[in-house]
């Protein structure tokens, strides 16, 4: 009887092959940029022609002799790793081989080269088996150009599966755009059809090309951290973090769309390492609003796993939890304000929206009291702020060295004691215990669920036996709980208190009460915004003061001379 399971011919062993690694228009240019990127590419130029099923991408890397193009689309053919060791040593983008013989497969191939050690290039195109079957010599400048045209060609019907053109640019834009968030020092061109489509300028950081995908956000409204990390394991070399934030005050997103995570170059998907940027800008934004973040890390290769997903898109990744809690440190870092960072803040353009979403008047029950605090540290050089005056009974007029603010004392306040209960959410006994009625029985487990202690009193009566600490000498005390019995978890029920707590707009302050609210506020963890999402202070830089007044102009011209 003839064996039903046989070998495959390796015609479509290869074709197979060739399916997993080029499935659409985008894994083409994803593989080809890639490769441009490891050969040290500094300009490229991806040219499109989707109708005509073609793909160019230029680069000025270090381009190939003519013994490399000679081998470059064979089979599992790669500069980049030798060994099964150096599969934990990557540290380029394409490592497996496979992208030219793929493309060899489904496509007419052609590789122009010129290495900067030689006087002229070559052109050589390639047939199905990734062997040269055309080659000359061709003047081009150092570097690579791959010509793909004729894709899927041979395998019509995986046209007819992709999604519409429209599509599958949006999805070489979303490529191009990881790479440039990763690789800042790029300049790229994109044409579609010989029409310039769109184009990135390169950055010293990342900081400079977010603003060029985001048109709505300046480069202010953004906050960029590098720092070296020593790994648990000293056996692994330093990492470093990168941190771009989009500044809670200024920029926040409708959807969780612009949460992106890097590791050495490459965009990945990590649910983890995504929540782990999420939560830290927990009580920092609006409610139903998401943070805008680029994190890349630069790890030691020993620590990563590639080999998890096809597209390389998703990785194992050693002592996660341990990068996850530096991570959250340097978005806490990012998140604090610095005389670096504050004197470009304002713009005119912005002091409409600012004041547009400035905190109504409130009403509150009861002012607090804002005791200067000795021995407030400083220790991380914060701008120095000098109350001047109220304005409203509601905005503190505070100068710095670069022009002032006027900050929004209930809010600022409430940031203070929210940060002081998250440290410590401390309960006392009350005597005679606070007697509630006709609470629900949903009521009456989320005052257990935020550590209450409650029992019943009698039919329908129920006895509050502890209550915060910052509510113990408040006349409207029972008001409070039962607002905190509403629902909500443990951070809902401390940002209740604190807005309950702290100082009502209103209230006259002395200059000693306001600079004592200022030293305080301005050393909160998350100083930029309450903890419902307000922006606390509005900026009015000098620079901006000085175009307003026009004191830029020369003496000449503001005389009309």
């Known amino acids: 009887m003839k064996p039903t399971i046989q070998h495959l011919p390796p015609e479509v062993i290869n074709i197979i092959a060739a399916g997993e690694v080029i499935d659409s228009l985008a894994s083409v240019v994803r593989e080809l940029v890639e490769n441009a990127i490891d050969a040290g590419g500094t300009r490229l130029t991806l040219s499109l022609f989707p109708d005509l099923w073609r793909v160019r991408v230029a680069d000025n890397g270090r381009g190939m002799d003519l013994t490399n193009l000679h081998f470059c689309a064979k089979p599992h053919s790669t500069s980049k790793i030798h060994t099964s060791e150096d599969l934990w040593k990557i540290t ?35 047939d199905r088996d990734g062997k040269p079957i055309e080659e000359e010599i061709t003047a081009i400048a150092p570097g690579t150009i791959v010509t793909v045209a004729n894709l899927f060609g041979s395998i019509p019907v995986r046209r007819q599966g992709l999604p519409p053109k429209s599509q599958q640019l949006k999805e070489v834009q979303e490529i191009i755009q990881n790479l440039a968030l990763c690789h800042p020092q790029i300049a790229w061109q994109i044409w579609q059809d010989e029409t310039l489509w769109f184009r990135i300028f390169p950055g010293a950081t990342v900081r400079e090309i977010i603003p060029q995908f985001l048109k709505r956000i300046h480069i202010s409204d953004l906050q960029y951290l590098s720092k070296e990390i020593s790994p648990e394991n000293t056996a692994f070399s330093p990492a470093k973090i990168e941190v771009a934030i989009g500044l809670p005050d200024r920029c926040h997103r409708r959807r969780l769309d612009w949460v992106k995570v890097a590791v050495n170059g490459r965009f990945i998907r990590s ?37 998890r997903h096809p597209a390389k898109t998703e990785i194992y990744l050693h002592d996660l939890d341990f990068w996850r809690e530096r991570i959250g440190e340097a978005i806490a870092e990012s998140l604090r304000m610095s005389p670096t960072d504050l004197g470009t803040t304002a713009n005119n353009r912005r002091i409409g929206k600012l004041l547009k979403v400035a905190e109504e008047k409130g009403s509150y029950n009861l002012a607090r009291q804002i005791e200067p605090q000795a021995n407030i540290k400083n220790e991380i050089g914060l701008l120095a702020l000098r109350a001047v005056a109220q304005v409203n009974k509601m905005y503190i007029v505070a100068e710095h060295e670069h022009g002032l603010w006027l900050v929004e004392q209930h809010i600022a306040h409430e940031r203070i004691l929210y940060e002081q209960l998250q440290d410590a959410w401390e309960f006392i006994s009350v005597e005679p215990p606070i007697v509630l009625s006709q609470l629900t029985t ?13 029992e019943s009193f009698g ?4 006895a509050i036996r502890t209550i915060p600490e910052m509510l113990a000498e408040r006349s409207d005390r029972v008001d409070a709980i039962l607002e905190l019995s509403w629902g909500g978890d443990i951070r809902e029920a401390q940002v209740a208190t604190a807005c309950r707590s702290a100082i009502r707009n209103g209230t006259i302050l002395s200059v000693p009460e306001m600079q004592a609210l200022l030293d305080r506020w301005k050393n909160t963890r998350n100083p930029r915004t309450c903890p419902h999402g307000r922006p606390i202070y509005l900026s009015l830089e000098e620079t901006a003061l000085s175009r307003f007044f026009r004191r830029h102009w020369v003496i000449g011209k503001s005389h009309g001379i």
């Open 442 to 454: 949903s009521q009456v487990e989320q005052v257990r669920r935020i550590g209450l202690e409650i």
């Open 271 to 307: 649910p983890q390492l995504e929540q782990t940027i999420v939560s830290s800008f927990s009580k920092t934004l609006p409610r139903d609003r998401y943070p805008l973040c680029f994190l890349h890390l630069t790890l030691d290769p020993r620590q990563i796993d590639w080999n």
């Open 92 to 126: 380029s983008l394409g490592f497996r081989g496979e992208a030219l013989h793929s493309l060899a497969q489904l496509s007419e191939l052609e590789i122009c080269s010129r290495s900067p050690l030689e006087e002229a290039g070559w052109r050589i195109k390639y």
């Open 459 to 462: 039919e329908d009566m129920w």
